[in-house]
């Protein structure tokens, strides 16, 4: 039972390049989020999803897309990198019904 | 004004001092409250959950809720070397999963 798993743990990015950022559950949690923590800032919720093909804005979306295919996964895509992206980037699962949630370790993001 | 204020500090204790923290939140609607432990280069893990104004205890770790002064504290007992870390807490509607994270206070516990 491995969790939430994140990859890759570091990346390093021109701007202007896309990458997607992975994550999976094994828990079978039914909601799934993306949040970005930047100094001073705590963590500010980018995407989420209450389950397989639904997808919702957060406080901070722009720059950002999702997708729900699975319950198991919820990739995060930046389709244009810009140096405002530069962020530390968890993801998050929750059970339906509960307000509590789980984060995975987290993906270092520099853009330069 | 942010929905959920939380002092940086950091704050700096003894080995088996109380630590206390705290937030303030200006949305009365906020019905549940989490305490996320985040040591350095990790994920937030969670600590504690409450739900209704009152006192949750959980070994050393006590929760308090204050809805009519929409203030929550954690309260550290015994504290240790290895609660050495950033405490971040979070809120969220009933019946919504986005949570409002304030922005962590960073505890350091000298032995």
């Known amino acids: 039972n491995a969790g939430v798993t994140q990859t890759p743990k570091f990346q390093v990015l021109k701007t202007g390049q896309s990458m997607t950022l992975q994550c999976a559950q094994d828990?079978?949690?039914?909601?799934m989020s993306w949040y970005r923590q930047d100094p001073g800032m705590g963590l500010r919720l980018i995407h989420y999803s209450v389950g397989a093909g639904i997808t919702d804005q957060g406080e901070v979306p722009n720059g950002y897309n999702v997708s729900r295919s699975t319950t198991e996964d919820f990739p995060l895509r930046l389709l244009s990198a810009a140096p405002s992206q530069t962020s530390v980037y968890f993801c998050a699962t929750g059970l339906a019904g509960y307000n509590e949630q789980f984060f995975g370790p987290g993906t270092r993001l520099t853009v330069l | 004004q942010k929905e959920v204020e939380q002092d940086p500090g950091p704050l700096s204790v003894p080995e088996g001092a109380i630590v206390s923290l705290n937030c303030t939140y200006s949305n009365s609607a906020f019905q549940y409250f989490m305490w996320y432990r985040q040591y350095s280069r990790k994920g937030p893990e969670l600590l504690m959950y409450?739900?209704?104004?009152g006192n949750k205890e959980d070994g050393r770790f006590t929760a308090q809720v204050d809805k009519s002064s929409k203030y929550i504290s954690l309260f550290i007992r015994d504290s240790q070397p290895s609660d050495s870390a950033t405490y971040l807490c979070?809120?969220?509607?009933?019946?919504?999963?986005?949570?409002?994270f304030g922005a962590g206070t960073t505890v350091t516990v000298r032995a």
């Open positions: 979070a809120m969220s509607f009933s019946n919504d999963y986005k949570l409002s």
């Open positions: 409450t739900y209704s104004s």
């Open positions: 828990m079978n949690h039914e909601y």
